[in-house]
C-alpha cells in the first residue's frame, strides 16, 4: 500500500523532509541541470523537485492512484495527473527525461511501472530512479517515507533497468546521515565524507539509465520491448544534451 499524498506532503514540509529535497535537488542539477528544451515526467511523488527544470519546454507530474495527487501548477496550468501506473496516460516516446521518486519501491510490479515509463521515454531519453537503499538506516526508519515498502540495492537496480530494455549508465548515493533531528545540523559535512567512510550507511540510491530499445505498442498502451542493439557509444557516468559533462550522479560508474 503506498504512502498518502498527505503522508507525502507532511513529511516533505518538516525538517528531515528538507534536508531529503535539497540533497536530491543538487544531485539532480548536476545531473540534468535545467533539462533545457526537454520534455519532463516526474513519476510517484516528484513535486518537491520539479521547480528545479526552469529550462524544460513542458513538465508534467504523475502521481500514482494508490497514493493520491496534489495540485502542482507552473504559469497558472495545473500540471499533474492521477494516473494507473500500469497504463501511463501518455503517447510512446513522449519525454526526454523522466524522474521516479517514491514510485517504485510501493508499485504492486515494479517491472511493470518502469515498462510503462519506458514506453514514454523518447530514443535519446533519460530516466532516473531514486529509491529507498537497501541496507540504509533511512529504509528502516518508518517516520519517513523510505521506511515503508521494498528498498533496493545497485545490483537490483540495474538488473530491473536491463529487464526492460535500459542499459545503466551513472549512479550514485546519498543521505548519509540518519534520520534523527538532532544529527541534522551535520548532513552537508556526512554528506561530503559519507560515499568514502561509509557507503553502506547511504538511505537514497539513485540510478541513471538510457533507453537502449525500441517501444512496439500494443492496443491497450502497454509496451512491448524489442532489442535494437548495443549502441556506437556506451554512457558513462551522466552528462547533459545541453552542456558541457556533468559527473554529478557523483561520477561513479556503471559496472562493466
Known amino acids: 500500500m503506498r504512502r498518502s499524498i498527505d503522508d507525502l506532503r507532511t513529511f516533505y514540509g518538516e525538517p528531515t523532509g528538507a534536508l531529503v529535497r535539497r540533497v536530491l535537488a543538487r544531485r539532480l542539477d548536476d545531473a540534468w541541470g535545467e533539462a533545457e528544451g526537454c520534455d519532463v515526467l516526474g513519476l510517484g511523488y516528484v ?22 495527487a496534489e495540485q502542482w ?39 511493470a511501472l518502469l515498462t510503462e515509463a519506458v514506453r514514454a521515454l523518447a530514443p535519446a531519453g533519460r530516466i532516473i530512479l531514486a ?20 528498498p533496493f540495492t545497485r545490483g537490483q537496480l540495474e538488473r530491473l533497468v536491463r529487464e526492460v530494455g535500459l542499459e545503466p549508465a551513472a549512479w550514485s548515493q546519498a543521505l548519509y546521515v540518519p534520520p534523527w533531528r538532532p544529527l541534522l545540523p551535520m548532513a552537508e559535512g556526512v554528506e561530503q565524507v559519507g560515499r568514502w567512510v561509509f557507503p553502506g550507511a547511504a538511505g537514497l540510491i539513485m540510478l541513471e539509465a538510457t533507453r537502449q530499445s525500441y517501444a512496439r505498442i ?35 560508474r556503471k559496472r562493466p
Open 131 to 150: 529509491t529507498a537503499a537497501r541496507g540504509g538506516m533511512w529504509a528502516r526508519a518508518e517516520t519517513t517515507p523510505f521506511g515503508h515498502g521494498r
Open 47 to 68: 513535486t518537491p523537485w520539479l521547480d528545479g527544470f526552469v529550462g524544460a519546454r513542458r513538465v508534467i507530474a504523475a502521481m500514482p492512484g494508490g497514493q493520491g
Open 218 to 252: 500494443r492496443p491497450q498502451g502497454l509496451a512491448q520491448t524489442v532489442l535494437a542493439g548495443r549502441p556506437a557509444l556506451t554512457p558513462s557516468p551522466a552528462s547533459r544534451d545541453h552542456g558541457p559533462p556533468a559527473h554529478a550522479l557523483v561520477g561513479e
Open 73 to 111: 501548477a507552473t504559469a497558472g496550468r495545473n500540471r499533474t495527473l492521477l494516473v494507473d501506473e500500469k497504463r501511463l496516460p501518455f503517447s510512446a516516446g513522449a519525454f526526454d527525461r523522466i524522474l521516479l521518486v517514491h514510485a517504485l519501491e510501493e508499485a504492486d510490479d515494479p517491472r
